[in-house]
């Protein structure tokens, strides 16, 4: 081989090597992805922030066009549901302090949404409830929600529902009590609509049967 050929061929080599590397650069192995995964990705807290985060961006999205920020509307609709409410009501029902919750009226009834009243007899109670714009607000928030709600859950049948809401609220009971929140206590046995957990159910009724009452609409 002449020495031109041998200055060509290593030449090509070294050409080579370097489009190695760089496409190693470009597309890095499977082992080397993998490392790169949060330490957090197989537990269960990292699953629930990461859903809450989409869920919260989805809402947001579609409240921005009614001037409400995410979290806001959950106080707008706990305040159609009970219709009026002290400020420490409020606050629990949410499992916020009073502080972050008062905080909160106060920008809502800045847009009109919500006005506070002494409650007659003792003006030392102040009461929340909301304006004509604020019940307009809440039934335009519940489509909202129902939209999200049918995202979220594509794809799960009725039970599925049932026991990932009941979960779900497992989990909050465990945290509010860590943290020392109150307001978690109706949540303890039965849902608002007096559902009954999926494996009582199966102990009253027998599985065959405790599977037909939760796959019914």
Not at 130 to 152: C, F, M, N, P, S
Not at 179 to 192: I, L, Q, R
Not at 201 to 209: D, T
């Amino acid at each position: 081989m002449s020495a031109t050929a041998n200055e060509a061929f290593a030449a090509s080599g070294k050409n080579s090597e370097k489009s190695s590397k760089s496409d190693q650069g470009k597309n890095p192995d499977k082992a080397t992805v993998k490392r790169l995964r949060p330490p957090a990705a197989k537990s269960v807290g990292w699953a629930l922030v990461q859903a809450a985060r989409l869920h919260r961006s989805r809402v947001g999205d579609r409240l921005a066009a009614l001037d409400l920020f995410a979290g806001q509307e959950q106080v707008v609709q706990a305040l159609a549901a009970a219709g009026s409410m002290t400020m420490g009501d409020l606050a629990a029902t949410l499992r916020v302090r009073p502080p972050t919750a008062s905080k909160t009226i106060s920008r809502l009834a800045a847009l009109g949404f919500v006005e506070r009243r002494a409650e007659a007899g003792d003006g030392r109670i102040v009461r929340v409830r909301l304006t004509e714009t604020g019940l307009a607000k809440a039934a335009a928030i519940e489509r909202i929600w129902d939209e999200v709600e049918a995202e979220l859950l594509e794809g799960f049948d009725n039970k599925e529902r049932r026991r990932l809401r009941k979960l779900l609220r497992r989990v909050a009971r465990s945290l509010a009590e860590a943290a020392g929140v109150t307001g978690h206590e109706a949540d303890h046995e039965m849902d608002a609509d007096g559902e009954t957990d999926d494996d009582e159910a199966e102990a009253l009724l027998g599985p065959a049967a405790a599977d037909a009452v939760a796959t019914t609409p």
